[in-house]
């Protein structure tokens, strides 16, 4: 067991490892902590009489939404807990996810991931609505008037993201089996947003492990380099 766990993960271990003697947690992962505390910030918010109208007109997404608001909305969305759901299961999901994201990948592509992840997620539901209920990928009408809010796309990006781009691949394999298995087991709208956010973001794995035009056969590992 540990020899496969040093396998699958030794490699994302290192980079960690590094990331963390070199600058610490608090300069190597400030989004993280912001995304953090903006998400606890917006709990307490939302659960005030005087802030929940305020936190649904900035950033909760509606399929039934013009789209242009729902674009204005989604970079916040991702943020804002759900009703429905425990706040401290969010917090984990930021803490966790996005500091191994931000200490090994950075935080422009952090950033980018996650708001690919859940911008696909957000478009869905609209393109799942209008193929109907019957349709394999469809939506019930009835999806468009729920409020689409949460880190969790975005976590479920950024974990597949990670996984593929330090080797763990039976991590890359587990993450997306274990979303198909939620949508079998509760066919609901957040179930098919996460499959969704999967297939934005293998998209983009796919697409870097494409070499560069004009690059020789055989030539570099197929990935640009990471920056921060």
């Known amino acids: 067991m540990r020899v496969w766990a040093r396998a699958e993960w030794g490699p994302l271990y290192a980079v960690l490892r590094a990331a963390l003697l070199a600058r610490g947690p ?17 709990q307490f918010v939302q659960n005030q009489p005087w802030g929940f109208a305020l936190v649904e007109a900035a ?6 939404d013009p789209l242009w608001l729902a674009l204005l909305r ?7 807990p759900a009703l429905d759901l425990p706040v401290w299961g969010a917090l984990a999901q930021v803490l966790f996810v996005f500091g191994v994201a931000e200490l090994s990948l950075g935080r422009r592509r952090t950033l980018l991931i996650a708001y690919t992840a ?18 394999p990928f469809g939506l019930p009408a009835s999806d468009a008037l729920v409020v689409d809010t949460g880190p969790s796309a975005a976590v479920v990006g950024l974990a597949v993201y990670v996984a593929v781009r330090h080797h763990a691949r039976v991590t890359a394999v587990a993450v997306p089996a274990a979303m198909v298995i939620e949508v079998l087991l509760k066919d609901n709208l957040a179930g098919k947003e996460h499959l969704a956010a999967l297939l934005a973001v293998s998209a983009l794995c796919l697409a870097e492990l494409q070499p560069p035009l004009g690059s020789r056969a055989g030539d570099g590992s197929g990935l640009p380099p990471i920056q921060s």
């Open 118 to 135: 859940t911008l696909a997620g957000t478009l869905y539901a609209r393109i799942g609505i209008a193929l109907g209920p019957h349709a």
């Open 59 to 64: 950033g909760a997404v509606r399929a039934a």
């Open 74 to 80: 989604t970079p916040l969305s991702l943020f804002v």
């Open 26 to 42: 608090l300069l190597g992962a400030p989004l993280t902590l912001g995304a953090v505390a903006l998400t606890a910030l917006l």
